[in-house]
């Protein structure tokens, strides 16, 4: 998508050092516009773990990118193996809560290990990296393909009035490489004429809405206005809303959805005021061993992303403290919808309720893998 | 209350110039504890308008001062009727949602008009400023005496452990005069020696929750943890809250709530997860010539409240902005909550339904006065 007036996606292979993986360093945005080069797993973890790149499909495609950098610095080579496991479950831990991170790690282990040496592995390892990005970006293609006549459907109902759509978070091209998954459908609709407009929340403590979401849309020209998080259930009851579209880090065969806290809130006051509620799901958010979101971990994060809030002022990032010093605090950064909340999801193999049956419909070939008990 | 050793009220006459009113100047809690007198309607005006205090019962006092002031400065006497009517209209409009605003307004106009002179208006106004201060303790003061058996009871069946009472916004002593309305029974369990524990919502975008909520209960011992408002749906669904309890600007007999905005979100929560949700209810908080919550007026406010965050930084209080630059914000300060949702009204007359037969059982005198249409 473009910054200002040059296309970029959220990580790429460095054009001329194959030994570093370039992304955005999201925690700068929107007030500057930082590029971090990445050269060790170690490096990738703290990405993750400190959010420089979040949202579950780029959590996703940066782990995979850590298994790739982990072959530039092998111990001797008869200890590799051991090595790449040690650095697959190192990369696994950076954080609890997206799917997509263990099965972006575990499908890179899977390539490297068939690879019989370490030049072949990182051949191995960069092509099917590259094959991941395109996979997910074609995903996020695809999801927008799907929800655009969502939305064209609204926009002839309403006439050609804007259709306003409310979000919460970022799942952005931000949080993916290119597109997004809630924003594909809302860009391709504002690309073909449509008339859009995106209540963007703010979505405390980590302010994705605010940050990301806003300035992801001011770059491509899409209307947009901000509400705190509080106001999200006057604008479902009032009617303001045409419909919602999150995005997931992590869903489960039932159709239940781990996001971004304060989802749960939003689902549940648009189903009590009959404003449907999409969810944008790219296979890679499927968990296929896991039956129910109650199973799904729940990542509980520092005091201090609550105690203080990150913004701008005197020409330089800086954060406020917002309470009485010492405050005690609980952070957990996600919360479960359950499916029965929500009007269906947008994946990139078509629409489909948020239910066993009709997400295998989808994905015939997902038969599910159950783990032993 | 207690701040530190001493005893505070949030308003008070002061004790050598009777042409002033006291009060806590609450923009600057909990980094800095500011008193600020008051001489004129306008600086009431402002004091209001601009949030030095809040809360509906503290509105409603500060803006009965408001009148108490405006004897002090009228024009010529044949014209102080004129004057006086203006002075109430003109505080009646500082903010719109607190029916509590006009109502003292209005008390205080006919207390005043009923004496023949300057010296007597003046006399019969302080009079009767001073019985209203006395009337909202008391309420409160009641309120926590009938809420106090809820809490109770919880404790009874959690066998003594900590009882999670989630509030919203700030409906403790600083939203009134003293003891706090939704926080008067949490107040009187604690001086009890009933283990409870308080979620502080943080209530953007002016942060009540974390700048005043948790400031009053830090003063006062009581344990109290905080969350953002997008966790308050994971807390209810997860049965980490026994109960909520938050205040009210303006009841409708219907049992409709307007008070902060997010306070619907929470009731549609708690209501799905089998969670008690008490609105403590003073009468002077009760729009008694108003039958529905949809015609209650929301008031939006600066989009700058959105834009920025006020916290503290480099020992001085300090704003930053939190999204890009010019982001169009829309800036709701309260919603509707409609009865249905909330299991009772806590008033200074005991519990009743929030609805409007159980409520005019309470306030038999109460006949509705219905407008002309």
Redesign the interface.
Known sequence: MLVGDKSYQTLWLHPEDEQVISVIDQRFL?FEFRVEDLHTPAEVFMAIREMHVRGAPLIGVTAAAGMYLALFQPPDEKEITAWLEEQALYLKSARPTAVNLSMAVDRQLRKILLAPTVEEMRAASKEDLQAFIAEEIDNCRKIGEYGLPLIEEISRHKKGNPVNILTHCNAGWLACIDFGTATAPIYMAHDAGIPVHV??S????R?QG??LT??EL?QHGVP????????????L?KGMADMVITGTDRTTLNGDVAN???T??KA??AK?NGVPFYVAVPSTSIDWTMDDGAAIP?EERSENE????????NGKA???????LH??????AF??TPGRLLTGFITEHGICKAERDDLLRLFPGKVPYIKEK
């Open positions: 929107p209540w963007v703010e979505t405390r403590p302010n605010f940050r806003a300035w001011k947009y206005t901000l509400v705190t998080d509080n106001a999200c259930g006057h604008i009851q971004k806290i304060g749960y809130l549940i006051a009590a729940i609550v105690r203080f809030a990150d913004g701008f002022a800086q954060a406020v403290r917002l309470a009485p405050s005690p605090v609980f952070n957990p919360d479960v």
